[in-house]
């Protein structure tokens, strides 16, 4: 397949009025803000501290990662399910938004009992509510999410639209829903006093977050048109749902754009993961293992939280910061990738920022070791430059999926979003828990603390090889628009 081979699908036009950009992105914000404010999860149920200073544990950390872990492995596969029966569903709203209208109360609702354990001590019960919240979430995602992902492809066949479109949807999701859910205990503070019914701050939060999941998830398949319906049944084919379902994932495989992407996005992925799991030890053990300059000491002052009364920084603060640096230079950037993707295409330049993040992880192995700047100006000096690739990979990734789909149509003469936005999904699952595997193996072998910090220093490297990977996967991505 090459370029030539998608010629018959339009590169240039507008399908979508300003609204129905703009509500359709909003949808994109839960997606980002929901499973942020889970990266405090832990802290909430066993490491927080009363104001009397008392260690407030809801449920024990053994019960508490079998939870976890529980609930993330068991919705694994619900996302090429979800998808595949999303693809068959036939209704007089469409394909995709009956699974958004009947998930997100569902799905708002538990993510609000994630937050509302019914004792304030560890209790069986606490145990049961947060399964069953967890789990609930887990798999409401998927129901709400993944035919929320497949209508993009479907809303506009124009690849400029797709482009724009993928990057406002980043805006709500990637950068201002994930910094939401980053800046959780800042919002916890500002309502520690209580809201309405709720006394105390994350029970009112997760109220106010819950709601808005609900009204961003309705509003984002409001105004949109599906375009396309399923045929009647499968006429002709005696094998049960299972097998057909089995079948449909496999067939996946022979589309030739396929394969190369997923393993593109696995790596990159996994690279993320290990970089997000490895910038609090970047901060606390690298950067906070040497006395900052007064330099160093003006800049963390301008961040709220992290310089003390003492005139002592908080590194495991800063840590956030550090992201947040990536995620709003990214933003920044949006409007000038949008263009050049469409000037050099989408796979060239995401085979470049591959490489140009691959370079920039690497060097955060030698942050500290060299005699230019503090480890803090290193640090932020090479976050910054992260910003531009991560933002060529938020803005192109979506629609080169779209391609992927279109291609798929070529061959079957079918719309098979849900399929391919499920079988993503699964893969990007496995990465989210491989990324932290890989970490942890390497922190436990090489050491993570700030006398033995090779295991950290190796880390970024490890993380860049994987995009390394991901680039040469992607080389072999058969279109080139």
Same mark, same amino acid.
């Given at each position: 397949?090459?370029?030539?081979?998608?010629?018959?699908?339009?590169?240039?036009?507008?399908?979508?009025?300003?609204?129905?950009?703009?509500?359709?992105?909003?949808?994109?914000?839960?997606?980002?803000?929901?499973?942020?404010?889970?990266?405090?999860?832990?802290?909430?149920?066993?490491?927080?501290?009363?104001?009397?200073?008392?260690?407030?544990?809801?449920?024990?950390?053994?019960?508490?990662?079998?939870?976890?872990?529980?609930?993330?492995?068991?919705?694994?596969?619900?996302?090429?399910?979800?998808?595949?029966?999303?693809?068959?569903?036939?209704?007089?709203?469409?394909?995709?938004?009956?699974?958004?209208?009947?998930?997100?109360?569902?799905?708002?609702?538990?993510?609000?009992?994630?937050?509302?354990?019914?004792?304030?001590?560890?209790?069986?019960?606490?145990?049961?509510?947060?399964?069953?919240?967890?789990?609930?979430?887990?798999?409401?995602?998927?129901?709400?999410?993944?035919?929320?992902?497949?209508?993009?492809?479907?809303?506009?066949?124009?690849?400029?639209?797709?482009?724009?479109?993928?990057?406002?949807?980043?805006?709500?999701?990637?950068?201002?829903?994930?910094?939401?859910?980053? $800046? *959780?205990? %800042?919002? =916890?503070?500002? @309502? #520690?006093?209580? +809201?309405?019914?709720?006394?105390?701050?994350?029970? /009112? !939060?997760?109220?106010?977050?819950?709601?808005?999941?609900?009204?961003?998830?309705?509003?984002?398949?409001?105004?949109?048109?599906?375009?396309?319906?399923?045929?009647?049944?499968?006429?002709?084919?005696?094998?049960?749902?299972?097998?057909?379902?089995?079948?449909?994932?496999?067939?996946?495989?022979?589309?030739?754009?396929?394969?190369?992407?997923?393993?593109?996005?696995?790596?990159?992925?996994?690279?993320?993961?290990?970089?997000?799991?490895?910038?609090?030890?970047?901060?606390?053990?690298?950067?906070?293992?040497?006395?900052?300059?007064?330099?160093?000491?003006?800049?963390?002052?301008?961040?709220?939280?992290?310089?003390?009364?003492?005139?002592?920084?908080?590194?495991?603060?800063?840590?956030?910061?550090?992201?947040?640096?990536?995620?709003?230079?990214?933003? $920044? *950037?949006? %409007?000038? =990738?949008?263009? @050049? #993707?469409?000037? +050099?295409?989408?796979?060239?330049?995401?085979?470049? /920022? !591959?490489?140009?993040?691959?370079?920039?992880?690497?060097?955060?192995?030698?942050?500290?070791?060299?005699?230019?700047?503090?480890?803090?100006?290193?640090?932020?000096?090479?976050?910054?430059?992260?910003?531009?690739?991560?933002?060529?990979?938020?803005?192109?990734?979506?629609?080169?999926?779209?391609?992927?789909?279109?291609?798929?149509?070529?061959?079957?003469?079918?719309?098979?979003?849900?399929?391919?936005?499920?079988?993503?999904?699964?893969?990007?699952?496995?990465?989210?828990?491989?990324?932290?595997?890989?970490?942890?193996?390497?922190?436990?072998?090489?050491?993570?603390?700030?006398?033995?910090?090779?295991?950290?220093?190796?880390?970024?490297?490890?993380?860049?090889?994987?995009?390394?990977?991901?680039?040469?996967?992607?080389?072999?991505?058969?279109?080139?628009?």
């Amino acid at each position: 397949m090459t370029a030539a081979d998608n010629s018959t699908q339009p590169s240039r036009g507008r399908a979508l009025s300003a609204w129905q950009k703009f509500t359709y992105s909003l949808g994109n914000f839960g997606v980002g803000y929901a499973p942020a404010t889970f990266a405090f999860l832990a802290y909430y149920y066993y490491g927080r501290e009363t104001a009397a200073g008392e260690k407030l544990v809801l449920v024990p950390v053994t019960a508490y990662s079998i939870i976890w872990f529980l609930c993330n492995a068991l919705n694994g596969i619900t996302d090429p399910v979800v998808g595949y029966l999303s693809d068959r569903t036939r209704s007089r709203l469409g394909r995709r938004k009956p699974w958004v209208l009947l998930g997100a109360p569902l799905l708002a609702l538990s993510f609000y009992f994630v937050w509302a354990p019914p004792d304030t001590t560890p209790t069986l019960a606490n145990q049961v509510v947060l399964f069953a919240a967890l789990f609930g979430f887990w798999f409401f995602f998927t129901v709400v999410v993944g035919p929320y992902l497949a209508l993009l492809p479907e809303i506009t066949p124009y690849d400029n639209e797709r482009v724009k479109l993928s990057a406002l949807m980043s805006v709500f999701g990637d950068v201002l829903g994930t910094l939401g859910g980053n $800046l *959780l205990p %800042v919002f =916890v503070a500002l @309502l #520690a006093g209580g +809201l309405l019914i709720f006394t105390n701050g994350y029970q /009112a !939060l997760a109220f106010l977050g819950a709601l808005a999941v609900l009204a961003f998830s309705v509003l984002a398949v409001s105004f949109v048109k599906e375009r396309y319906q399923p045929p009647e049944s499968d006429s002709g084919d005696s094998r049960g749902w299972l097998r057909r379902a089995l079948g449909e994932f496999r067939s996946t495989f022979h589309n030739p754009a396929f394969p190369p992407y997923l393993v593109g996005v696995f790596f990159y992925r996994t690279a993320i993961m290990i970089t997000l799991t490895l910038t609090p030890f970047v901060a606390t053990k690298i950067i906070g293992a040497v006395e900052p300059s007064a330099g160093d000491l003006d800049i963390l002052a301008l961040l709220p939280g992290v310089v003390n009364d003492r005139g002592l920084p908080d590194f495991e603060q800063a840590a956030g910061y550090l992201m947040m640096v990536v995620l709003v230079g990214a933003m $920044l *950037l949006f %409007v000038p =990738v949008s263009a @050049l #993707a469409a000037r +050099l295409g989408k796979k060239k330049l995401f085979v470049v /920022a !591959l490489f140009l993040l691959g370079g920039v992880l690497g060097g955060m192995s030698l942050i500290g070791l060299v005699p230019v700047l503090t480890p803090l100006g290193q640090a932020l000096l090479l976050f910054a430059l992260a910003a531009v690739p991560v933002a060529i990979a938020l803005v192109v990734t979506r629609p080169l999926l779209a391609d992927v789909i279109d291609a798929d149509e070529e061959i079957t003469g079918l719309r098979r979003e849900g399929v391919y936005n499920g079988m993503e999904g699964l893969i990007m699952k496995v990465a989210a828990g491989l990324g932290p595997l890989l970490a942890g193996i390497i922190f436990e072998i090489f050491g993570a603390s700030r006398a033995h910090s090779l295991g950290i220093r190796i880390c970024g490297p490890v993380a860049g090889a994987c995009l390394v990977l991901a680039a040469f996967a992607f080389r072999r991505y058969p279109i080139e628009k």
